[in-house]
């Protein structure tokens, strides 16, 4: 029953599993002469399959680019060497098994490709930031601000250098104030579109679109003109400037999370006489929880790593504001963004070590998300079980659907 | 509406869940909260369709009624009108009266979520609240109408116990609802619409996504909670109707038109001695 929850490939294996062999497998080894067949293992001789094709393909590139020819260049490298590789393991395939095994590894190996091409700049992205970073990261630059720095490199006498810590104070306070007035105002559109309707869902739905399409800059412009221009530079502007990007975003996904809860949940709601605010609130709104939070949570990594409607609406400065209401303030952005344009080494790197700081900032946010998201103590005290605390992991959790599959599961076994 | 059914309670000397303040004392001490629902006259539409045509029924207090016809005759909506779902559909518009004890459920002066509470629904496919523990799923009918109660735990026991299923989760309260099998699910929900007591309790095809064994609890629960609580409850199985049902109603809706009754009376003599040749063909399985 509890592999069953798991809905992954365990379960898929101990479905296929003969029923007599589940039943002696907690208890004793199986007699040795039961040989077991799992269709789906790659066994170590198609682990060995796979990389003899990429070394083979590789060694033929080799031979071509070093011994044949005077070409050059890793990307060319690769551009030949994959449709190589891959006509190498399906000829290969092609030998040992039948047609469609061949095909079908062939295909697999592609879409394979496809996601490692995706993670790929990720990954280089990650390095890099890191790398570059690293250097100047210390505890001095996370509490130190950039007061009195004098430009003049790091062989100089005083502080030559100086940290990010104005820039993260001055991020996290815009963030928070972005999240504050765009969070809800996302939210109840979403909840207005899904589930209120009626004459004006349809615009407002293209106005959110078209908001989602509009250059951030414009954000900063539409703020400076309405709101910096009558006060002064401020992160609570630069807040206004961060909720506009964050808005349309947090409502689309908002949205989509909505579609995907059950109407029989609302039918239900509603045959128990509940008000709308309340199906919305006790049932629709719980039931999507965990969607819910990883779209927030992607509109403030959008927002929290936005530049342009800052320089227009913060400014940037040197020194430590955490008032975010007066004079101008930095953010993690902006300074990455003036740092890398200063033609001192040191500076450049500090750039380099705000960026850091703002990746291990996202970083962070989503982790925090995914702890909420997993665990929700809810009110009355009740405990979550252990079987439950299985249902909710978070490939179950990303989309109530996923959840739903498994019930059935469930119930088809368990009744 | 709110007026004659408070009348109603305090003749009958019983509580249901809009005096809730006291809401303490078991429904079984005194017995009947149930109420009879007339329906006289409905017709229904969606859009510029009809899908009913004309239909009269009267659902007896305490007893089990069964609206039995093949797939597209209206039942459903007729059971939905009954407690006012009809309405949520945007295009969808009736006609004709149906009364709850004698008043009128679609007057003027009625709140839906009034009848709603006093009307009970159970759906087709079992729909606990995913998020919410089974307990919390009890309890959901009066946290959504405000009602409060320090007695929390016995109507959670009480209504668990009516449907059936207290003795299979007295263990597992705090589980979400989802975590039950489909056929706990299903009386789960049952469990929370009896949870705040109504007079009356639809029932929309309950067993169709069950197994054998699921379907034989929820028919035992329904001949239970009937002596407290009138049931009205639509199926597709014949031997189900013939099971748990005191009166029938066989509904038939032919070449596109408007659904309507040929014929009602009790369980007994539908299946027995039907005087209509089409609810002969349909109880002995010639068509449906």
Same mark, same amino acid.
């Given at each position: ?17 003969? #029923? ?10 199986? @007699? #040795? ?151 809800? &105002? ?29 250059? &951030? ?125 200063? @033609? ?72 | ?21 006291? &809401? ?70 009736? &006609? ?33 609240? @995913? ?158």
């Amino acid at each position: 029953m509890t592999e069953l929850l798991n809905n992954d490939a365990l379960s898929e294996e101990a479905d296929k599993l003969a #029923p007599e062999d589940g039943a002696t497998r907690a208890s004793m080894p199986p @007699p #040795p002469s039961v040989r077991r067949i799992r269709p789906r293992e790659f066994r170590p001789s198609d682990v060995a399959l796979l990389l003899l094709s990429a070394l083979s393909a590789f060694s033929i590139v080799w031979i071509l680019f070093t011994q044949l020819t005077l070409m050059n260049g890793p990307l060319g490298f690769v551009v030949i060497w994959i449709p190589l590789f891959l006509g190498m393991y399906w000829l290969v395939n092609r030998q040992l098994f039948t047609r469609q095994v061949a095909i079908d590894r062939l295909i697999g190996s592609i879409v394979t490709m496809g996601a490692i091409l995706m993670m790929l700049p990720l990954v280089l992205l990650t390095i890099f930031v890191f790398q570059r970073g690293l250097k100047q990261l210390s505890w001095k630059a996370l509490t130190s601000t950039q007061e009195g720095v004098v430009y003049a490199g790091a062989g100089s006498h005083g502080n030559a250098i100086g940290g990010v810590a104005h820039a993260l104070v001055g991020t996290l306070e815009q963030v928070a104030l972005a999240a504050i007035i765009g969070i809800p &105002a996302a939210v109840l559109t979403a909840v207005f579109i899904n589930e209120v309707g009626g004459r004006f869902t349809k615009s407002i739905r293209v106005i959110v679109t078209a908001m989602s399409g509009t250059p &951030a800059i414009v954000a900063g412009v539409f703020i400076y003109s309405i709101w910096v221009l009558r006060f002064s530079y401020s992160g609570f502007a630069g807040a206004l400037a961060l909720a506009i990007i964050l808005l349309p975003t947090v409502t689309r996904g908002t949205e989509e999370v909505l579609k995907v809860v059950h109407n029989d949940l609302r039918e239900a709601s509603i045959a128990l006489a509940a008000p709308e605010w309340r199906t919305v609130w006790s049932v629709v709104l719980p039931t999507a929880r965990s969607g819910l939070i990883t779209s927030i949570l992607l509109g403030i990594a959008v927002s929290i790593g936005e530049t342009a409607p800052l320089i227009m609406t913060i400014f940037g400065n040197q020194v430590m504001n955490a008032n975010p209401f007066s004079n101008p303030q930095m953010a993690l952005s902006l300074l990455a963004y003036k740092q890398i344009k200063l @033609p001192i080494q040191s500076q450049i790197d500090l750039g380099y070590t705000s960026a850091l700081v703002l990746f291990i900032l996202v970083f962070a946010v989503f982790i925090l998300a995914r702890l909420l998201g997993g665990n929700w103590k809810r009110r009355g005290g009740s405990r979550r079980s252990m079987l439950s605390a299985v249902r909710w992991t978070p490939a179950s959790s990303m989309d109530p659907t996923s959840q739903e599959i498994s019930n059935t599961k469930e119930g088809a076994v368990d009744v | 509406m709110s007026d004659v059914l408070n009348a109603q309670e305090s003749e009958s000397g019983t509580l249901v869940a809009s005096s809730a303040s006291s &809401a303490v004392t078991s429904l079984r001490i005194d017995g009947v909260t149930a109420a009879e629902l007339e329906a006289k006259g409905v017709y229904a539409w969606f859009g510029e369709r009809c899908v009913l045509e004309d239909v009269n029924l009267v659902m007896e207090r305490t007893k089990v009624t069964a609206l039995i016809g093949p797939s597209g005759c209206g039942k459903s909506t007729f059971l939905r009108i009954l407690n006012r779902m009809h309405e949520i559909v945007p295009s969808a518009a009736l &006609a004709g009266q149906v009364e709850l004890d004698g008043d009128d459920i679609y007057d003027a002066n009625q709140r839906a979520a009034t009848i709603r509470r006093h009307i009970g629904m159970v759906f087709q496919r079992p729909n606990p609240f @995913p998020a919410m523990s089974v307990r919390d799923n009890v309890l959901a009918g009066l946290r959504f109408n405000k009602i409060r109660s320090n007695h929390k735990d016995e109507i959670v026991e009480e209504a668990l116990s009516k449907a059936g299923l207290f003795s299979e989760v007295k263990d597992r309260l705090g589980d979400l609802g989802g975590a039950l099998s489909g056929g706990q699910q299903q009386r789960l929900c049952i469990a929370r619409a009896l949870a705040v007591k109504p007079a009356v309790l639809l029932m929309d095809e309950p067993c169709s996504a069950l197994d054998p064994g699921s379907t034989l609890r929820i028919e035992q629960t329904i001949q239970e909670i009937a002596e407290e609580v009138t049931v009205v409850i639509v199926t597709h199985n014949m031997q189900q109707a013939n099971r748990v049902s005191h009166s029938t109603a066989f509904f038939l809706a032919q070449d596109g038109n408007p659904g309507y009754i040929v014929e009602t009376g009790p369980t007994k003599d539908i299946f027995t001695n039907p005087q209509d040749p089409r609810t002969a063909d349909y109880v002995s399985g010639r068509f449906g």
